[in-house]
């Protein structure tokens, strides 16, 4: 069975520090994987979806970056982290077989920046 | 490209009574429409979805339907008990091979009242 992972589970950084936070997939291959921030009490905005190894598309244009250095791994970065960085970030795959659509959700990283 | 407007943003019913939740979208490109449901504090999981070749889909006390013609969809959680008090959230997105781009509604906090 597929299983993901997300660390670190809680972060709390200062203004101006860098970030890292790392999604990691198992059982399946060539998975569709997306980065997902979640602010207080809202939505899910979409931040970065990936459909292979170093392909990468940004829908929001702002102080974060992803890469995916390997099949199932992706990383979500930042040089400088802003206030309005903190949130709930969720990583989710998705099977590219026809008929599985559905996005799998990570356990998220809670980051405070202060 | 796709905007999705859920309805209402909270909710308080009876336990024991009905909930309806409603959503619509602005793309005729979506064909597929899942419900995830988000305990505090926890990571959003899929509790339904329907694609666009059917009008209504049913899990046990759960259903989902669907109105292409003016791009609609409800979902309908029957005999509500106190552990179906969580955020729920509607996504839409056309069904797609390539990378598929959830557009999620802002969420519905459910609270079941005993």
């Known amino acids: 069975s597929q299983t993901i992972h997300q660390w670190p589970v809680t972060l709390v950084q200062p203004v101006g520090s860098p970030l890292s936070l790392e999604c990691t997939v198992e059982?399946?291959?060539?998975?569709?994987l997306y980065w997902y921030r979640q602010a207080a009490g809202r939505g899910l905005q979409l931040l970065f979806y990936s459909v292979g190894i170093g392909q990468i598309s940004s829908e929001v244009p702002q102080n974060l970056s992803a890469s995916r250095p390997q099949d199932r791994q992706f990383i979500l970065s930042s040089k400088k982290l802003l206030l309005s960085d903190s949130g709930f970030y969720l990583c989710?795959?998705?099977?590219?077989?026809?008929?599985?659509?559905?996005?799998?959700f990570g356990p998220g990283t809670r980051l405070l920046v202060l | 490209g796709e905007n999705v407007e859920q309805h209402p943003s909270t909710l308080s019913v009876q336990e024991g009574d009905s909930a309806v939740i409603k959503c619509t979208y602005s793309d005729s490109a979506s064909n597929y429409f899942p419900w995830y449901k988000q305990e505090l504090g926890k990571r959003p999981q899929l509790i339904i979805d329907?694609?666009?070749?059917?009008g209504e889909k049913k899990d046990q006390r759960i259903a989902v339907t669907l109105n292409k013609t003016a791009k609609h969809f409800s979902l309908h959680i029957t005999e509500t008990q106190p552990e179906d008090s969580a955020v729920y959230f509607c996504a839409a997105s056309p069904l797609t091979q390539g990378a598929q781009k959830l557009v999620f509604g802002q969420g519905t906090r459910l609270t079941i009242n005993p």
């Open positions: 059982g399946t291959s060539n998975p569709n």
């Open positions: 329907i694609r666009s070749n059917v």
């Open positions: 989710a795959w998705r099977d590219i077989r026809r008929g599985r659509e559905t996005q799998y």
